[in-house]
């Protein structure tokens, strides 16, 4: 039974990619697609605030790996955050399975 493993990154493009990239070096993973983000970021462009520099900042990636199993899941989910340390961002695994 395929797993699908939900991913929010904070970083820059080239962030998600290097994640995306290194988990398809998993053996069994077959589609990791990076999907719109449906969480809303209250940003307002009107604010009198927008376009300061804590205004600014990297952007949020969304991933989603399909795995084959809960095993190869598990890996995924590790392989992540041992990623995450690795390039200094914030992983964080949306959904347990």
């Known amino acids: ?5 939900h991913i929010r990154i904070t970083g820059s493009a080239d962030d998600a990619r290097a994640l995306a990239v290194t988990l ?6 077959e589609h990791i697609e990076e ?3 449906l969480m809303p970021h ?11 520099s804590d205004d600014i900042g990297p952007g ?8 084959p199993d809960r095993e190869t899941a ?3 989910r590790e392989l992540a955050e ?3 340390i690795d390039l200094g961002v914030p992983i964080e695994i949306v959904d347990e399975f």
């Open 1 to 5: 039974m395929a797993v699908t493993v």
């Open 82 to 84: 041992a990623t995450g």
């Open 60 to 67: 949020m990636h969304a991933i989603e790996v399909e795995a």
């Open 74 to 76: 598990e890996r995924v």
């Open 24 to 29: 398809q070096g998993l053996p069994g993973i």
């Open 42 to 52: 209250l940003d307002d462009e009107d604010s009198s605030s927008a376009g300061l």
């Open 35 to 37: 999907v719109a983000d």
